[in-house]
């Protein structure tokens, strides 16, 4: 049922997987994002495409590079005729006071927006009659572009959602939202429309909440071809696509009260981490939704809906969110912890060579000849399946007993556990694609690929997590801010006191939800001491100093030492991964795709 067509209405849609609109950050001219990137997941099977949320006015501009609606004509064309047969829908949205001050930031009231604390301005009658007529504009520029219809974001990042919350307006109401969908079916009769709706802000005393939201459902569902149920606000932004702390499939439950009410008038879109097929299959069959939303699935593996039907498992998506959240003080352009390609402008595009010149010759490497990998971590694995799909021979080597690296490794920590899923998945498809995997042994001479990392110095997290004794309180220095040692903290706080030291004022600094991780801290009982650097290591007891006033104090516990993990060996001239420097999984996986299509390239 997911991966079969389905029929709505008159439509036809080759899957019941719907790529969601989401955030790129790719396009500088404010136009839409890579075509290739939408094509790729519609090549793939998804019977549904969102393009990114274009800002229907010229003043909204809720990150760099958003795009404006006024300048996707041309991709809104080219994404329709890429996709086809996938049912494309133009994301249309205006983000209120969750803009950028870049912006003229806009909202239903002067009520300081809830996180940032700046103060919009108020909307007239006039204006609010001005954004109606920019929906009604940007949705027929869409549709005369040839997609097949638009989505109305009345959700996260959204003024239509603001106009109906206690968070952004004493007076909330949905008659905005009503008027401009009354407006696009208006002028879009034959269009599909969908509607992201915010069902839950997860702020009682003001914001929007379930029950209110069924009332305004009610309302609309004769209005929409399909309706999204999606939760958070300005106070909650990580709700709406958590990491995997959060158990996939949350809206389960938001989205059975929505189809209740629609009764048939709309299909309802299951969202809310589904990215596992067995997950989505199971919420269709219990008529939890009628598509699922796999966003985050789909940045993972394109033919994600492919691949299901060839009855194999497609790669996993492991829901940190370290690469494909694009909102970000950092202002990162979109990727993939697992999947190299998203976020690249050109597939396999120019890179810096990560091989030597004898490795990517012809004569050290005669055309057919067995490719030998050293190291079965996410580089080595990775680089082995990429030369393995382009039909070269390899062999790969690892010196622990079982292939993962690292993936093992931290799959032992709170909301890591899906990185375990992934080395599963590297193994099967090595197994499938004729690998000849040795583990239990050495890195031998003459590998054209080194994946092998170093190995550990003192207490590090790797070597607590591989079964180093501790006894008594803990002390983790984190150095790095990248949430390594917070995940740590919470692993080690079931069964020791744990002080967590950072120079930072907040813990976890690289974390895309440092709420989150400050507020699991604090239920764990881990004691943060923020602003403050080791300068002393003892065997039962460490002294900090303020990074300020240099004052010092002691902490008593053993330390561990959350800083750089160690490099392999730098002789390598042809080193990937941690052989090169001490790399993140994504990090790893991107450069074993690169030297592996240098060796293609090459050979």
Known sequence: MLTDPARFGARTVPSRVLFGPHATNTSPDRTLGSVEHYRARAAGGAGVIVTEVASVTGDDRPYEYAPLASSCVDGWAEVAVACAPALVLAGLGHAGSQSSARGLLRAPSSVPDPATRAVPRPLSATEIDELVGAFTTAGRAAVDAGCAGVEIAAGQYSLLRQFRSGLSTPTPDDRVLVAVLEAVRAELPDAWVGLRLGVDEL?????????????????????????????????????????????????????????????????????????????????????????????????????????????????????????????????????????????????????????????????????????????????????????????????????????????RTIAALPGRHRFGLLADWYVDELVRLGVSMQVGAPAPPGAHIVATGGDDVGLTPLAVLRGAALAGPVVIDDPLGDGSAVALAEHLATGHAVTLVTADQIVGKQLH???????????????????????ERRADHVVVADVVTGARRTIPGTLVDAGPRQPGDPSSGHGIGDARAPRTVAEAIREGRRAAEEILRAG
């Not at 048939?264 to 997950?279: H, K, N, Q, T």
């Not at 939800?513 to 300068?535: I, S």
């Open 203 to 407: 702020a009682p005393w003001a914001g929007i909440t379930p029950d209110a939201a069924l009332a305004t459902v009610d309302r609309v569902a004769g209005l929409v071809d399909h309706v999204v149920p999606v939760r958070g606000s300005a106070m909650s932004v990580p709700a709406t696509r958590p990491d995997a702390h959060t158990a996939p499939g949350f809206m389960a439950e938001a989205c059975r009260a929505v189809r209740a009410v629609v009764d048939g008038r709309c299909a309802v879109v299951l969202a809310g981490s589904v990215v596992d097929p067995a997950d989505a299959r199971a919420a269709l069959d219990d008529g939890v939704a009628d598509l699922v939303e796999m966003t985050r699935a789909l940045l993972a593996d394109p033919t994600l809906v492919a691949t299901v039907r060839a009855g194999r498992v497609p790669r996993p998506c492991v829901l940190t969110n370290q690469r494909c959240r694009v909102r970000d003080v950092r202002n990162p352009r979109i990727g993939c912890t697992v999947e190299p390609s998203v976020g690249e402008p050109f597939p396999g595009g120019r890179k810096a060579s990560l091989l030597s010149r004898r490795d990517s010759n012809d004569a050290f490497l005669p055309r057919g000849a067995e490719v030998l990998v050293a190291g079965a971590g996410p580089a080595g694995m990775e680089a082995a399946r990429t030369l393995a799909l382009a039909g070269r021979a390899v062999r790969i080597v690892e010196r622990d007993d079982e292939p993962g690296g690292l993936l």
């Open 513 to 535: 939800d440092v709420v989150g991780a400050a507020t699991r801290l604090e239920r764990a009982g881990v004691d943060r001491v923020l602003e403050h650097r080791v300068v």
